[in-house]
């Protein structure tokens, strides 16, 4: 990240998360598979295709983190813990669950996209990872919603919107602060620690280039009666990835 260690050590934190919660969200979703309409299983088979892509990909990526010395174990063993807060729940809690982290995922996907600074100075392929699955994300934003929609079917409004917006509360500030304290983990790796390592994260994530101030907005629309992924639609982001994408040279 153009040697800046702060802005390296929040990307490699949330990547060292993504392998145990994309696992989540496939296992989650095939527990809903048998009992969806034709069009939504389709869906959900391709979602499962890109999430096994994206799990892919990230383990090389956290690999990389630790071929350069950085321990990542631990964050791993965090996300177990995190997901655990839904054993034993109804299996419509771990579709909330789902739909907060992708809900998160998606307006963090957003932001990169949108804003090109985020990734400016990134090693190339390093960034084109981050592009590619932040493409993919919005592309499937929607879809635990849809299936959430339809388990719930038989729910009241009123049910639904409390489940949803008290899970999706508890558990992005759960993800968030582990994200948090797992990036200060590793810029202490680094040997920025203390205060002055939490002035300088929080100053990244809130105030330049504040990706956390600026996807606030968005990513608060789930706490509203009524919430969908699309209602927000971002769709020429993924268009102007793939043109970018096509007119990108082809490198050996």
């Known amino acids: 990240m153009n040697g800046d260690p702060v802005a390296t050590a929040w990307y490699n934190s949330v990547s060292a998360s993504l392998p145990r919660g994309e696992a989540f969200f496939i296992d989650t979703m095939k527990n809903f598979r048998d009992d969806l309409p034709p069009a939504l299983e389709a869906e959900v088979r391709n979602f499962v295709r890109q999430e096994i892509n994206h799990t892919r990909e990230h383990i090389a990526f956290n690999r990389m983190i630790g071929e350069h010395g950085y321990d990542v174990e631990s964050i791993d063993r965090g996300i177990i813990d995190m997901l655990a807060l839904a054993d034993g729940r109804p299996r419509e ?75 999706s509360l508890l558990i992005t500030r759960k993800y968030f602060g582990n994200r948090v304290r797992d990036a200060l983990g590793l810029m202490a790796q680094d040997g920025i620690t203390g205060l002055r390592a939490k002035w300088r994260l929080y100053r990244f994530l809130w105030a330049s280039p504040g990706m956390m101030r600026r996807l606030l907005p968005h990513w608060s629309k789930i706490l509203l009666p009524g919430f969908r992924p699309w209602s927000f639609d971002n769709g020429h982001l993924i268009r102007e990835y793939r043109g970018h994408a096509e007119a990108a040279p082809v490198t050996t």
């Open 93 to 167: 809690v771990n579709l909330a669950v789902s739909i907060a982290l992708e809900h998160f995922a998606a307006s963090i996907s957003h932001e990169l996209l949108a804003d090109p600074r985020y990734l400016a100075g990134a090693e190339h392929e390093a960034a084109e990872l981050w592009r590619w699955h932040a493409t993919e994300e919005i592309e499937h934003k929607g879809l635990v919603h849809d299936i959430w929609l339809h388990a719930t079917r038989d729910w009241s409004a009123w049910n639904r919107w409390k489940t949803l917006s008290l899970v």
